[in-house]
């Protein structure tokens, strides 16, 4: 059965979220695996272990930026977790952390097409596709959340 819970990372939990996002690195996600960045994504931002009975499939995590906006700026699960529903389950326990904000929103791959079914069948819609979001020479599109539909 899947009992699928979030765990606030720490600093601990430095070398695992490393292993995490390094395991999705490629041209349609940009992983967070320099030691700084890891240090500051962590202290930042609210990131979660995505945990299945206790073993760790993942991670989500979100930023509440100056304006009080959510931005979900993280989804990953490692491969051998894909395709099983865990990224869904996370997805809506974390947004209902994210809906109290006057605006959840996230940026994905348009070429992403699991996430970006994903997310649109979350009731995300697409607000703008952005070239060159990330100064990687590769397009975003901005989803926002439409409220109520969880």
Not at 20 to 32: C, D, G, L, M, V
Not at 92 to 121: D, F, G, Q, W
Request: glycine letters at 6%; proline letters at 3%.
């Amino acid at each position: 059965m899947d009992k699928i819970t979030l765990k606030r990372a720490t600093l601990e939990n430095a070398k695992e979220i490393a292993k995490i996002e390094k395991s999705a690195q490629s041209k349609t996600y940009a992983a967070r695996i320099k030691e700084q960045d890891l240090i500051d994504f962590i202290n930042n931002d609210s990131v979660f272990l995505i945990k299945n009975e206790g073993v760790t499939v993942g991670l989500v995590s979100y930023e509440v930026t100056k304006k009080g906006v959510s931005h979900c700026n993280g989804l990953v699960l490692y491969p051998k977790f894909r395709d099983k529903g865990f990224a869904r389950k996370a997805m809506k326990l974390v947004l209902k952390k994210m809906i109290k904000y006057p605006r959840a929103e996230l940026v994905v791959h348009p070429h992403n097409s699991p996430a970006v079914s994903l997310y649109l069948s979350l009731g995300f819609i697409i607000e703008d596709w952005i070239k060159n979001y990330f100064g990687d020479g590769e397009p975003r599109l901005m989803l926002v959340y439409k409220k109520g539909k969880i």
